[in-house]
């Protein structure tokens, strides 16, 4: 649904107004998709408008390439566990899932 990608939404819980597409870039965009949409949007990301204790529970952007990097040291900990370890689709799942996104899903799933 390519219409969908940049139709905006808001989320009930902290009031964050953005689109798939800057949930996705957000998420999972090279440095240089990200640098483009950020001049597109106005130069920040959309961010929370209510419901923070203070600004340091603010969501941050953590490219995805730093991700995996943090993502290696867990999975070296899963591995000495006897646990599988989390691919590169699951981390990206899970963080899509965690921000605004969980909007539009829950709205499929339910």
């Known amino acids: 649904r390519e219409q969908e990608m940049n139709k905006p939404f808001t989320t009930a819980n902290y009031a964050i107004t953005t689109t798939p597409e800057t949930e996705w870039l957000f998420v999972a965009g ?18 929370e408008t209510r419901g923070l204790k203070d600004e340091g529970h603010r969501r941050k952007h953590l490219p995805l ?46």
């Open 65 to 110: 390439e730093k991700l995996l990097v943090v993502a290696e040291q867990l999975n070296m900990k899963l591995k000495q566990m006897g646990e599988p370890v989390l691919i590169e689709a699951e981390l990206v799942a899970a963080r899509m899932y965690t921000g605004p996104m969980f909007v539009k899903y829950n709205g499929v799933l339910r």
């Open 30 to 47: 090279t440095a240089e998709q990200v640098d483009e949409h950020l001049k597109c949007i106005g130069g920040m990301w959309p961010v």
